[in-house]
């Protein structure tokens, strides 16, 4: 690390580099976190988490006892001087007491994209309801026919206020927070939607994956789908991988907006791999608004086919948005290239998927690692070569959800043993030493020592 | 030489594992454990080896295996931190096999086993998590799981020994208030309750002494001692304190105090019987009252705890005087003849009362007497009633009747009436009707006592099913079964010794027409009881057919043609036996002689299998608890199988520290405790061998 820095300050390493190695190497020692953690405000399992896109600081966890906990994972609650832990409490619950509150299991929660005043939950009472942070009231309540599985709102969106809602019935809704009426119905899944997420790279694309087993791709602009994802249109090669590190930080820190995103990929793409892109300007015109073009996807043949061999729980796109990952409940996780619409064929070795209803995946900042919740663990996967890096154990219940905090390098898991369990990578020495004036108070507890009596 | 080392150890270690949690005990074997211990001491290998070996044997479908497995996961648990970091990465695994939470992994099979090792393994959790759970968070989450989520009820020793403790302190404390409390009141008033007691005191030694100058003027009697007779005892009382023999009295004195001193009373004169009365109400008095003060007294001072422990002192020293005076003074007036016993008495009784009593006494009694005379003749004769009203009335009634109490009749001599229908009582097999034997009220049909929607039409609740129905219903079909009848053998000699033993009907192909024979195959003229025993035996009961003597069964088996024949037959074996007795009685002698000594061998080399089948059982069945714990687990290896050796014994060697010279002088106790035990059960065991024939 001294070596890294020496080099950073004279210039031989890049300045980006020697951060996106530590942050890199603390990822790679995620584990069960020694000082910090979570007090569970909920009575039943934890279903989904996420964390705020603007601070990265409140973590929003919904239960299947219908509450809605805020957590801030930054300042503790109080310490336990006993075992040396910060504790962190929830700030408020919201619960089936507040007026319109859900009565049923909250299964989706969703920051509202822009500030943290607002954020959105899901619930099995057919409810979508959009609460307002500081008065812990329901702002806003959407009315859907079946119970709603998966919300999900783009974080990049400047023109459109759409909460997309896959719920039992086929169709996709999209509900506007603006107007408070449900704008679009997006009907293409012969089944329940479990999963949705919203193009990290176009405000107009949106993801879906159903218990049809199906991922669909849809552009909120035209009528229905124009892509669905086959497992068996395969490519070997990855192709977002061309961009080093630095230049995808690059990438990532560059103002984002769809045009400008997909302007700028579009060449690289091409440039570099052209071979295994087989009709990049068509792929292109896709992305591109403006071009009007009959959607392959609408055939017959390929409208019937699936990307997983059971329902799909999971969509996750990386942090590029290059690529799109998929865990259906086959225990499979798949990796999609989007541009292409092909499983790239990583072979994810030994999940095991076995939920009823949508999980979450999460994916390390720099696309390095895949989080993927695996009965009572949760395994992490180097995302190129689907090796299994570690497993993370410390559910006594299934894991249900998974966000993870970037800045910290810190994961939060939430589990039907109705934990949230923090990882995070070991302390750094110079804070352990801080921490050891304390310690010479505590007498009752053992030292975790050997201790041979005999 | 570390490769072989490292593969021996841990095939040791196996070993022991293996052996230490297949015992059926509800705890490990010390010695092995010890060893264990030691070996997993030695290297970090070890401990990895220990660690799988005891999480497989933790997975074996067997709660008494695992339960075992959890004291040793314990035993190392807490003392190894490797063993610590190994296990707690599977702390999920662990507490599904162990605590069983889930439904679809239940614990296995021995229930109580099952029971007892959740309740352990709860209770290390428990233990861990206090003592652990700061450094391993899985330990916590794994706990804070079973205590919050799945709300297990943990022991939570902790909690409930400080709670024990608090409890015990408040209690004490309250008690030390109140005893202080109390010691400030006596503090006060001691003075004034203590001149109290003083004057009773100096009133009791007056009242003795008084009646001891009068005891030493009064005359003397020369009534024997031993007589227990009340008069006797009357007279002689006056004087008994002169006589050498007086702790005799005094014994007798006790036996009968209140008739004394009701004599005494009476018997006194008047100044000596107000002493005596004096004497009483101060004896009661102290007894009573004093005593028990000074009793309390003494139990504050010495719990009482206070500053100022000299003035404590000095009361308590007053009081314990203060008591001895009390005790003395009381003995005193017992050597008197003033007994606790009394006090209830001398109240009550006059003079007349006494006469009344005793002349009423045995007069209530006989009179009591006569009433349970009477009682029981009645009862009685009301039960011979009954029988008899019921038998007219009903003629399954008296049956049953005879047929409940045909069991009990073994058990007393009936006479009368009932014993003769009992004797006319069928004999039935026992079966669910005779709930209802001749019971004549009606029955419910419909009321099974559940409630039940009928499908097939109306439902009627109130349907009765007339008595004389039931009884219809209860009437009983049965078979002629013939009286067995037992198929006598031949027993006509044979040549090479022995009797015939075909059983044919009534002739034998071999021997002719089958006679009635004695104990040697001689035939039995037996012409003149034939005749006379031939009518009767064909009704006699079963039960006596075991009884009959060859005669009967001669007749029971035939009939007057077959008796003609036999008689011919014995007319000719009459010459016959005369003639060949003498010789055949000598070859039976020789013969039963023969057979005794054949016996006596073969009870002797019974015997001897015993004795050897004891003695291998014995040795192969203690030897191991012998001395398995001297030779400690070594020498129990080379018993068990054939493992390896050495290496064990020399890590015990190298380092015997106190402790473990402690520990092994302690093993050796209890071992030779066990060979004295079974010592003991050998010799019992060979005694009872002596006794029984065959004993295996």
């Known amino acids: 690390m001294w070596r890294g820095l020496r080099g950073r300050e004279v210039g031989a390493t890049r300045p980006r580099s020697l951060a996106t190695h530590v942050r890199a190497d603390r990822v790679r020692q995620i584990n069960l976190s020694g000082h910090k953690e979570i ?11 996420q964390i705020d896109c603007t601070e990265a600081r409140y973590l929003l966890a919904g239960a299947a006892d219908g509450s809605v906990g805020v957590y801030d994972t930054q300042q503790p609650t109080f310490m336990d001087s006993a075992i040396k832990v910060a504790k962190h409490e929830a700030l408020f619950t919201v619960d089936k007491s507040v007026p319109q509150g859900h009565i049923y299991s909250v299964t989706c929660v969703q920051w509202y994209p822009v500030d943290t005043g607002l954020f959105v939950t899901g619930s099995f009472d057919k409810k979508i309801n959009l609460w307002d942070t500081n008065t812990h009231q329901v702002e806003l309540q959407f009315e859907m026919p079946e119970k709603v599985h998966a919300i999900a709102m783009s974080s990049i969106a400047a023109t459109h206020m759409l909460v997309a809602a896959g719920t039992e019935d086929v169709r996709i809704r999209l509900c506007d927070l603006a107007s408070g ?49 086959d497992q068996n249109r395969s490519q070997i090669e990855r192709r977002s991988n061309v961009t080093s590190s630095t230049q995808r930080q690059e990438l990532a820190s560059a103002p984002v907006g769809s045009s400008s995103t997909s302007e700028m990929q579009r060449p690289v793409a091409k440039r570099t791999k052209p071979s295994t892109v087989s009709k990049p300007s068509k792929i292109a015109k896709i992305k591109d608004p403006g071009v009007r073009r009959s959607h392959p996807g609408m055939t017959l043949a390929n409208d019937r086919s699936t990307a997983h061999h059971g329902s799909v729980t999971a969509l996750q ?87 993870f905090l970037a800045e910290d390098q810190e994961l939060y898991t939430g589990s039907s043993d109705r934990q949230i369990l923090v990882w995070s990578p070991p302390k750094s020495v110079t804070v352990e030493d801080q921490e050891e004036v304390p310690k010479a108070g505590v007498a009752a507890v053992c030292e975790d020592e050997d201790a041979w009596s005999d | 030489m570390e490769v072989g080392e490292v593969s021996r150890d841990r095939r040791k270690l196996t070993y022991l594992i293996e052996d230490a949690t297949v015992s059926p005990a509800k705890s490990l074997d010390i010695g092995l454990l010890q060893s264990i211990k030691a070996l997993v001491r030695s290297s970090d290998a070890n401990v990895r080896t220990a660690f799988d070996t005891l999480f497989d044997k933790l997975q074996r479908q067997h709660s008494q295996v695992r339960f075992l497995a959890v004291l040793l996961i314990d035993e190392l648990f807490t003392r190894s931190k490797l063993f610590r970091s190994l296990l707690v990465p599977k702390f999920e695994m662990f507490m599904l096999l162990t605590i069983g939470y889930r439904d679809d992994f239940p614990l296995p099979k021995p229930p109580d086993r099952a029971t007892l090792l959740r309740t352990t ?31 297990l009820q943990f022991p939570n020793l902790r909690a409930a020994t400080a709670l024990a403790e608090q409890q015990r302190q408040e209690k004490e404390a309250r008690t030390q208030a109140l005893i202080l409390k109390k010691y400030e009141s006596l503090c006060q008033n001691f003075s004034e309750l203590r001149t109290e ?13 008084i009646l001891e100058l009068e005891s030493a003027s009064a005359l003397e009697d020369n009534e024997p001692v031993l007589e227990a007779d009340l008069e006797s005892l009357v007279f002689g009382d006056d004087e008994y304190e002169e006589y050498g023999d007086s702790s005799l009295r005094r014994e007798l004195h006790k036996e009968v105090p209140e008739q004394v001193a009701v004599t005494e009373k009476l018997k006194e004169t008047t100044d000596n019987s107000a002493l005596f009365e004096t004497l009483r109400d101060l004896y009661k008095l102290v007894e009573s009252n004093h005593l028990r003060t000074t009793q309390e007294w003494l139990s504050i001072l010495t719990r009482v705890d206070v500053s100022d422990t000299r003035s404590r002192d000095a009361v308590l020293k007053e009081v314990i005087d203060l008591r001895t005076q009390l005790l003395g003074s009381l003995v005193k007036c017992e050597s008197l003849g003033i007994d606790r016993t009394e006090k209830a008495s001398t109240s009550r009784f006059t003079v007349g009362e006494v006469d009344d009593d005793i002349i009423w006494e045995p007069g209530d009694a006989e009179a009591d007497k006569d009433l349970g005379e009477i009682a029981s003749t009645s009862y009685a004769f009301n039960m011979e009633k009954e029988s008899n009203n019921s038998l007219p009335s009903d003629k399954e009634l008296h049956s049953s009747s ?47 006592g559940l409630e039940m929607d009928n499908h097939w039409g109306r439902f009627d609740s109130e349907a009765m099913i007339p008595g004389d129905k039931i009884a219809e219903m ?15 053998p031949c027993r006509a000699p044979l040549k090479k010794g022995g009797l015939c033993p075909r059983r044919d009907l009534f002739r034998c192909p071999l021997h002719g027409p089958i006679i009635p024979r004695d104990d040697n195959g001689n035939p039995i003229r037996t012409l003149e009881i034939d005749t006379s025993a031939a009518k009767p035996a064909d009704k006699a009961p079963m039960e006596e057919f075991s009884d009959i003597n060859k005669e009967d069964f001669l007749s029971a088996s035939s009939s007057s043609k077959n008796a003609s024949s036999s008689i011919t037959v014995a007319d000719l074996a009459k010459e016959a036996i005369a003639n060949v007795r003498e010789r055949d009685e000598a070859e039976a002698r020789k013969r039963r002689d023969e057979k005794v000594k054949a016996k006596r061998t073969q009870s002797k080399r019974d015997r001897e299998h015993n004795d050897a089948v004891l003695r291998a059982s014995a040795l192969s069945g203690t030897c191991q608890e012998l001395f398995g714990e001297e030779f400690d687990d070594v020498a129990k290896m080379r018993i068990g199988k054939k493992r390896a050796r050495g290496g064990l014994t020399a890590l015990l060697k190298k380092n015997p520290t106190v402790k473990e ?8 106790g209890r071992a030779r405790e066990n060979a004295m035990n079974e010592l003991a059960r050998v010799e019992e065991a060979r005694h009872r061998d002596a006794a029984a024939n065959q004993w295996n």
């Open chain 2, 474 to 488: 209860n009437v009983r079909s049965s078979f002629y079964k013939p009286p067995e009848r037992e198929i006598v």
């Open chain 1, 317 to 403: 796109t990386s942090d590029d948005g290059l690529n799109l990952f998929s865990a259906g409940t086959d225990s499979r996780v798949r990796l999609w290239d989007i541009e292409s619409g092909r499983n790239t064929l990583v072979n994810y070795e030994a999940t095991k998927i076995r939920t009823h209803q949508g999980t979450q995946l999460a994916v390390s900042m720099d696309s390095s690692l895949l989080f993927v919740p695996s009965a009572h663990s949760l395994q992490t996967y180097d995302v190129w070569s689907g090796r299994m890096h570690s497993k993370l154990v410390g559910h006594y219940g299934n894991v249900n959800c998974c966000a």
């Open chain 1, 181 to 229: 009426a449900c704008t679009h119905t997006l009907s293409g899944h012969r089944d329940g939607v479990w999963a949705l997420q919203w193009s990290a790279t176009s405000e107009w694309v949106l993801y879906s994956g159903g218990c049809d087993g199906a991922i669909r791709f849809w552009d909120i602009r035209r009528a229905g789908c124009f892509q669905v994802l």
């Open chain 2, 661 to 668: 010279r402690i520990a092994q002088r302690l093993l050796n």
């Open chain 1, 39 to 49: 007090v569970s405000a909920h009575n039943s399992g934890i279903n989904s988490l």
């Open chain 2, 402 to 448: 005879a047929v409940t109490q045909s069991e009990a009749k073994k058990e007393r001599a009936e006479t009368g009436p009932r014993a003769e229908l009992l004797e006319k009582a069928p004999i039935l097999p026992y079966g669910s009707f005779l709930d209802s034997w001749g019971a004549t009220s009606d029955v419910p049909a419909n009321q099974r």
């Open chain 2, 197 to 209: 007691i003083h004057t009773t005191l100096d009133e009791i030694a007056e009242c003795c002494k």
């Open chain 2, 121 to 151: 393994s709860m209770e290390l959790v428990e233990k861990w998590n206090d003592t652990f759970g700061v450094h391993y968070k899985q330990v916590r989450l794994g706990y804070e799981y079973l205590k919050k989520t799945l709300r």
